[in-house]
């Protein structure tokens, strides 16, 4: 439509109080936008925190229980986990990723035991495991994708098996949600939910994170073949439709803050529920930012949260997830 021009149209009228703001306002930001990532770690009663992640520590399992009922407690509906896995649990079979007693597994069932509301989102990709911190098998210097699809399954159904609520493919590997849907179907898992990382880039800003689960001194080389183009767009409908097709239930765009537009696209190509992960290097920046008195901490990480639903994003894997549901009074 054509606007009535000056002075007819004064759009200040309708932002002049906060009663005035509050009626026009087009989005919202509740806690129960929020996916909560953790890291896992062995050991009894400890937290280490992550150096490149301020703010942030990984866990000992016993402690994930008491997490999930405050993030519960605060409005979060969903916890995902990592696990951080020293050179010495990784091998080149990675078998250790869909055994029921790695400790991502057993997060999830003491999650699980303690919080049974919440949702548990997994992790799946061989990174964790593999001894060059790739998410798939490494033959003669290539990432092998059916041979990994096989391996994917299986964490998938143990993921299953503990009490997992949302599945989260994080590999990248081709044809991966349509093995793990039809596993799901014929095990009895029927219900499981899949959160496909669709379309998940070739990012700089995972950096962190790498450091949080020891995948930093693990990778060799780069995840650029799998992983996809950050010049690219068109690709992520592709990757959309071709998950929704195999059966995701809900799709993923990673890293968030540079890929609103990729967000946007898919709310209005596809309107099926969308998510987004502000990874680990955007809440590095934000943080650094803020501990130098350059950004206002709390201010900034709200405003963010809100560019993603602006986006169209029905939720949000967020770090800032319990210290956001705080700040907006939960
Ligand atoms: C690995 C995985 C990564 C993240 C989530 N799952 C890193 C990678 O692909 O190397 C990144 C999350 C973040 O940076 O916060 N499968």
């Not at 399992?61 to 407690?73: E, F, L, N, Q």
């Not at 044809?175 to 898992?189: D, M, P, V």
């Not at 409908?237 to 890929?259: F, N």
């Not at 696209?265 to 502000?278: C, D, L």
Request: one cysteine or more; glycine letters at 8%.
């Amino acid at each position: 439509m054509t606007l009535p021009p000056f002075p007819n149209t004064r759009l200040r009228r309708l932002r002049r109080t906060p009663a005035l703001r509050a009626m026009v306002r087009e989005n919202t930001l509740t806690p129960a936008d929020f996916i909560w990532p953790i890291f896992v770690m062995e050991g009894t009663d400890t937290a280490e925190p992550v150096a490149s992640m301020p703010g942030v520590s990984r866990i000992t399992v016993d402690r994930v229980g008491k997490a999930a009922k405050d993030a519960y407690a605060l409005g979060i509906p969903a916890i995902c986990v990592f696990p951080y896995t020293g050179m010495d649990a990784r091998t080149e079979d990675c078998a250790l990723a869909w055994s029921p007693d790695n400790i991502a597994n057993r997060a999830i069932r003491e999650i699980k035991s303690a919080c049974p509301e919440i949702a548990v989102m997994t992790d799946i990709a061989l990174d964790p495991y593999n001894i060059n911190g790739h998410d798939g098998f490494v033959e003669n210097g290539e990432i092998v994708n059916d041979r990994t699809i096989e391996a994917l399954v299986k964490m998938a159904l143990t993921q299953a098996e503990c009490g997992a609520d949302i599945l989260g493919p994080s590999d990248m590997m081709d044809g991966r949600i349509g093995a793990i849907r039809t596993a799901l179907e014929t095990s009895n898992h029927s219900h499981v939910t899949i959160l496909s990382y669709t379309a998940k880039y070739a990012s700089a800003f995972y950096g962190p994170f790498r450091d949080a689960v020891g995948a930093s001194s693990a990778l060799t080389g780069d995840k650029n073949t799998y992983q996809m183009d950050p010049a690219n767009s068109d690709e992520a409908m592709r990757l959309v439709e071709r998950d929704l097709s195999e059966g995701a239930d809900m799709v993923m765009v990673k890293p968030g803050m540079p890929y609103l537009d990729i967000v946007r696209r898919v709310k209005s190509e596809f309107g099926v529920p969308t998510f987004a992960y502000q990874v680990s290097g955007e809440y590095a920046m934000i943080q650094a930012a803020a501990q130098n008195g350059w950004l206002d901490h709390d201010k900034v990480m709200l405003e963010s949260l809100m560019g993603f639903k602006r986006a169209g994003c029905d939720g949000i894997l967020t770090y800032f997830a319990p210290a956001a549901a705080k700040a907006l009074g939960a």
